[in-house]
Nanobody, 116 residues
């Protein structure tokens, strides 16, 4: 049984930064593509970014490209999402999962609020 836990969210002003972490317990995903997703009232669940731990392939949603950086934490079952130049429209609950996501791995997510 695998559990994914997201941390690092918070309240920041526009232009600020946050670093999110996703830790996996109970197993390892070193051979799988992992992704970050977010849910907002207007857009529902959106894809944000993904990283392939075997193929070194990284993808970003157009809306975050150039501002967000996804990475794998070496030696740990963890992926990070560095978010810079945050905008109010980045507000939402951020989740990690396999990409494409597996329904049984959705966790509680971490709230990101960008507001003045």
């Amino acid at each position: 049984q695998v559990q994914l836990t997201e941390t690092g969210g918070g309240l920041v002003q526009p232009g600020g930064s946050l670093r999110l972490s996703c830790a996996a317990s109970g197993s390892t995903f070193t051979s799988y593509t992992m992704g970050w997703f977010r849910r907002s009232p207007g857009q529902g669940r959106e894809f944000v970014a993904s990283i392939s731990w075997t193929g070194e392939m990284i993808y970003y949603a157009v809306s975050v490209r150039g501002r967000f950086t996804i990475s794998r934490v070496k030696g740990k079952n963890m992926i990070d999402l560095q978010m810079d130049n945050l905008r109010p429209e980045d507000t939402g609950v951020y989740y990690c999962n396999l990409n494409p996501p597996d329904e049984k791995y959705w966790g509680l997510g971490t709230q990101v609020t960008v507001s003045s």
